[in-house]
């Protein structure tokens, strides 16, 4: 695995470097990298289907070539071209058919590629009852596009742990029918339970999340960047960091 931080408020220049071993940083905003010896890759959270996707991809792919940016991604989704988005999303435009929302995204995913050098990532939605996650949460769907685009995925544990739990699946049965073997970044964070829906807290990942994920390494010839989306202060992440080596150290 590559170990990769999230630069951000909490991540910055003053104290990447006190973290040990990662190879990677993770940008979400077009500020000056960090360490030019490390590997960059951008993750975005917009989703490919929202209307503003591609301006938002104009005013930033100068950024990524100029960076030498090898990884850039952003989510599979979601179902309507309007949304807003509150802690999760809510369709505010009609809610795309199956085909419609695949033809969106190849099209989409034709553009970028005609402009970014770099690697291509789609990353998994964590499902949540409303109608803007109609199709792209479910796994046939995901590895349906992944796969005709020829593009890899960003597999966020928590939440495919999310949406199996929403759903009423098993969340082994739903994680392996995902495209695994495109697999090119992990995110690992721990969901929890708000309201009566899982939700996606950004809190410690935890033997569970870890279990998933070296299940994931176990089966599958993978090496993905892995960021930890913990977003308390830096010594939780900092010990996220050192949990997670410690307990494939074991």
């Known amino acids: ?41 951008f993750h975005s959270g917009y989703g490919i289907v929202q209307e503003e996707f591609l301006s938002y991809f104009e005013s930033i792919v100068d950024y990524l070539n100029e960076n030498n940016i090898k990884l850039f991604s952003f989510d599979i989704g979601p179902a309507a071209e309007k949304v807003q988005t509150e802690d999760y999303y809510i369709a505010k435009s009609e809610v795309l058919l199956k085909n419609k929302i695949k033809k969106i995204v190849r099209q989409r995913l034709e553009y970028i590629r005609k ?18 996650y109609s199709h792209v949460c479910e796994s046939d769907f995901i590895s349906d596009v992944v796969r ?9 544990i928590a939440h495919a742990i999310i949406t199996a739990n929403n759903m009423g699946i098993d969340k082994y049965e739903y994680i392996t029918s995902l495209p695994l073997d495109r697999i090119k970044e992990i995110h690992l964070s ?14 410690e ?15 599958r010839n993978v090496k993905p960047y892995v960021v930890i989306e913990c977003y308390k202060d830096f010594p939780a992440i900092e010990n996220c960091y050192k949990s997670l080596c410690n307990y494939f150290d074991k």
């Open 1 to 41: 695995m590559i170990l990769t931080l999230p630069v951000g408020d909490l991540i910055n220049r003053d104290n990447f470097h006190q973290i040990p071993g990662i190879n990677a940083l993770e940008y979400k905003d077009t500020i000056p990298v960090l360490d030019n010896k490390l590997e960059s890759i």
């Open 115 to 132: 402009k970014f050098h770099g690697d291509i990532a789609l990353e998994n939605l964590n499902y949540f009852p409303t109608s803007a």
């Open 148 to 156: 005709d685009n020829e593009v890899y995925m960003v597999l966020d």
């Open 190 to 203: 721990a969901p929890g339970i708000v309201d009566g829906k899982w939700r996606d807290l950004h809190e």
């Open 205 to 219: 990942p935890d033997s569970q999340e870890y279990e998933i994920f070296g299940f994931i390494l176990r089966n």
